[in-house]
């Protein structure tokens, strides 16, 4: 593998009008649409469906989907990551009919305005503090991250573009910022018309190069992402390999005990940051507030829901496929990347008095079982040095539960060392499809290039404008100066566009330690996602709950997730499934304590027409029956299930 990333003059010609092209569309389009709060930070109110559809995607869909989902997909996850796209197509129609007639009709600019109609001032405060916290400090910073990672490694050694992780961060992050505060929503809009149809079709060119490379190749030469691969011929399909070589990734149901997507995740612990993201995340429902009716949002809203069904295959199946093609170089990139890591391995390994510890890689460790069999008996070794009882572990076959649980116990102690060895630098996965596939002197690799880069700027011009609208509507206009005239709400949103994209520029770089960037960021999200749509589910479905009820759910669920997440062994998902129900049970009996004496009304406070979509709701069945359609195929009883029976 070339450690250049090669560019034709065509290529560059490609990237740099495609760049020029997104910028200018997006300050043209929104000329004139910073005299007014309403027209800079909702566009007027005047998106049509196909703007605010493929604007949901362009948004959503940045480097930590490319380079985060593929990574996964690659590791032992497979198709089972894509339960972040299907199950997001039917929470999308949910949103278009449950959530968004309440809050056009309601008139909000933030989601935490309204929570201040249901349940008074205090809970706006909070969730607007909530919501800036992660919009800025985990959501910029991780796209930003995630963003400059793929373009850094991209052109490692390149003479014009290799310009580190640091230098692209900023690159990223001041030209988001730049049409962002000249133009707010409708040149985040229209720009993310481009970038949102350039990401797919960029996505599909890279799948078809994948299944080429992959159907070219002997079997001899490629790696099964199982520790028991089918048989397939040479001559076979890359369709027919790709489902010969990885048996086990082709279903979407995960074992109960796995980390990451357990399979009781599915039934609940998934639909919660879903819920949370498409309904209640200001940067995704800022698209969607600035519709021109509720007819328009609805359309557009599933719209997004329908090709939300094509991203697992443009994003997903190239990552199972990189794998298959360049598990030794994903292997090579992380002996370099974590090279101190396993240095430790050798020098501690079979040594229990060095308390050191390690944690292998789920999918590393099926295929080198001998050497996850060593780790797993001195770790063993480790506990009972340090007086641990260790007898339901002493014979048992490795797995990653079991060995999860010794770390667990293990990390108990303060005076030992962890070790992380996941084996292959599953991150990579893309670039090296990218680097590898992409022919070179035709204008697709900067066509790629810039699909890519489209991506990670659309998602951070969207973080952008969210936390902009959210500190100058909930912050600046109510606490700082609530007599600013509407030019100086606007100058305020400029202003927190630009100290927001520094700040993000300048922290970005120092996610590196946190490993996997897409499960950073879902991670992290479980401190309030839980307890903000907790808090709107209730507000809605019980008008009488006081304001008490409110501010209590909000501020119980990051104590909760903290506990469940320090002190337990429960996958992260099902922990916020468990702070879910925990807060609405709390806020339930809060309601019944001390009710209101009359209920909350949504008071009317809009002028657009508010009547739904009958089209939209015939599309929206059908998107939701397809997505219950893919599931079949891809569980125990569809394509993973008829493999694991010719296994046998």
Partial sequence: ??????????????????????????????????????????????????????????????????????????????????????????????????????????????????????????????????????????TLTGVIYAGGLTMSELFVGHPTFGLGLVGWCWVLGVLAAVYIAAGGLKASAWADLIQGIALILGGAVIAYFAFGKLGATPVAELTAGSATPGTVADTASGLSKLIALNNDKMSMVLPREDKNIPWTALLLGLWIPNFYYWGLNQYITQRVLGSNSLREGQRGIVFAAAMKLIIPFVIVIPGIIAFNLYSKDLSAIDQRKSATEWAAHAEHLGNPASGHFFEAGEQWSRLNPEKALAIQAHNVAVLT??????????????????????????????????????????????????????????????????????????????????????????????????????????????VAVVVFALMGCALAPNLDKFGSIFKYIQQFQGYASPGILAVFVFGILNRRAPGAAGVTGLLLNPVLYFLIDQYTDIAFLDAMGICFFSVLAVMWVIGKVAPLAQPVEFKLNTTMALETSQSAKIAGIAVVVITLVLYVIFSPWGIAGKLRQRKA
């Fill in 1 to 138: 593998m070339s450690e250049t990333f090669n560019l034709s003059t065509l290529d560059i010609v490609v990237f740099l009008a495609f760049v020029a092209a997104v910028v200018g569309l997006g300050l043209y389009k929104s000329k004139g649409e910073g005299k007014d709060s309403e027209s800079y930070f909702l566009a007027g109110r005047g998106l049509k469906w196909w703007l605010i559809g493929v604007s949901l995607i362009a948004a959503n869909i940045s480097s930590e989907q490319f380079v985060g989902m593929s990574g996964s997909a690659a590791d032992y996850m497979g198709m089972a990551i894509a339960s972040y796209e299907w199950m997001a197509a039917i929470t999308l129609v949910v949103v278009a009919f449950a959530f968004l007639p309440y809050f056009l009709r309601t008139g909000i600019f933030t989601m935490p305005q309204f929570l201040d109609q249901r349940y008074g001032s205090t809970t706006r405060a909070i969730m607007a503090f909530m919501t800036m916290v992660l919009l800025v400090f985990v």
């Fill in 385 to 494: 040095a340090k007086g641990g009882k260790v007898d339901d572990f002493q014979n048992a076959p490795l797995t990653h539960s079991q060995n999860s649980d010794l770390l667990l116990r293990l990390e108990k102690y303060k005076d030992l060392t962890k070790h992380t060895l996941l084996g292959y630098k599953y991150d990579a996965a893309l670039n090296l499809l990218i680097k590898n596939l992409i022919p070179e002197n035709t204008g697709l690799r900067g066509f790629i290039i810039a699909a890519l880069f489209g991506a990670i700027v659309s998602s951070l011009a969207a973080v952008l404008n969210a936390a902009s609208t959210i500190f100058t509507m909930d912050i600046y206009q109510r606490y700082i100066s609530p007599k600013a005239t509407q030019r100086g709400l606007v100058m305020s949103g400029r």
